[in-house]
């Protein structure tokens, strides 16, 4: 081979390997922020239970400006903005939950929480919006492909987890507001005016980005019309760091608000008490709560929720959490070990 054919193999070499970088950081350009996020995941011990810290934009004031009716077109929005147009599944199945807010003896408010569902994993999400509060919340990983047989334990097998901003079930944000959804076995929601729509997970979303308190909260939701995700209906507990705790509700598609402390699966507005189940776990719960004139330590209130926990054929309790409120702190029981806790905070 002469001299000239040899640099001139040696340009096109150099060439290639400058467009190769370049594509490279192009790639990690427009990637940074997601491949962050997949390298903070990580799984508890060798629970089905992993954390993820979801680092940049997940651009949930874009969602807001045309947002979503249908879990099509939130998987459609997530998709293209999340995962590059990577199609996902989304399914949210039947849940029987329940929640309620105690006083701690120091004057800690503490939001409890029990996610009844089958068998499935479940992932702690951190979030630090710049325009809105920090959170961490509870995602079931089930819903957006996830199982025990395929789980975000690697980079390309964690992909899909970066849809896990979008479908929280219960968490509390900085401002110590904090929400839980509970299934109501009614008519689906579903909203028609003109207002801007979201559905039952994004509505959690909004909830943990942008209220600092329940009032603040109901305004946020009042904004929009709701859209029940996997064509079901379900009702909210949100709760704040002041002790103010309601129960909001769609009742004939018209959004209704009890005050309440606590909340399982019937609807609780008035002349529609005894609709739905979950009456003995309530009637638990405010015995519990009544004796002890809703003053409990995380400890008892951890307790309480092993009271009305589930093991069922169909469901089970997944997860129960104690989030503290006033600290930002969240303690953690997987599949019914309460004798195991584990021990997060927002910051």
Request: hydrophobic share 40%; net charge negative.
């Amino acid at each position: 081979m002469t001299e000239k054919k040899t640099n001139w193999l040696k340009r096109i070499l150099l060439i290639l390997l400058a467009l190769v970088l370049v594509v490279i950081i192009a790639f990690f350009a427009l990637f940074q922020g997601e491949i962050r996020t997949i390298w903070t995941i990580e799984q508890v011990e060798d629970l089905p239970l992993f954390t993820m810290e979801y680092e940049g934009d997940y651009g949930f004031d874009e969602f807001l400006e045309t947002g979503a009716s249908t879990d099509t077109e939130l998987i459609s929005f997530i998709s293209s903005r999340l995962l590059k147009g990577i199609p996902m599944e989304f399914d949210l199945p039947d849940l029987g939950c329940s929640t309620f807010q105690v006083e701690s003896p120091e004057g800690d408010w503490i939001f409890g929480r029990n996610f009844d569902m089958y068998d499935s994993p479940a992932l702690l999400v951190r979030t630090t919006p710049s325009d809105g509060y920090d959170s961490v919340s509870m995602v079931n990983l089930a819903y957006i492909g996830y199982s025990a047989e395929n789980l975000p334990d690697s980079f390309a097998s964690s992909i899909m987890a970066l849809a896990a901003p979008y479908v929280p079930l219960d968490g509390v944000n900085e401002a110590g507001v904090a929400v839980g959804v509970l299934l109501i076995d009614t008519e689906p929601t579903n909203q028609q005016t003109d207002k801007v729509d979201i559905t039952t997970t994004t509505a959690i979303r909004m909830i943990l980005d942008y209220a600092g308190s329940v009032d603040e909260a109901l305004e946020l939701l009042s904004q929009y019309d709701m859209h029940a995700s996997a064509n079901s209906c379900y009702h909210f507990q949100i709760a704040d760091a002041t002790g103010r705790a309601v129960v909001v509700e769609y009742i004939g598609d018209e959004m209704n608000v009890v005050e309440s402390s606590r909340a399982t699966n019937f609807l609780l507005t008035e002349g529609d008490w005894d609709f739905g189940s979950g009456q003995d776990r309530f009637a638990i719960l405010e015995s519990a709560m009544e004796e002890n004139q809703g003053v409990m330590t995380e400890e008892e209130a951890m307790e309480l929720l092993s009271a009305v926990s589930q093991n069922g054929e169909d469901s089970s309790t997944q997860w129960s959490c104690v989030y503290n409120q006033t600290d930002g702190t969240l303690t953690v029981a997987i599949d019914m070990d309460y004798d195991n806790t584990y021990s997060f905070a927002i910051h």
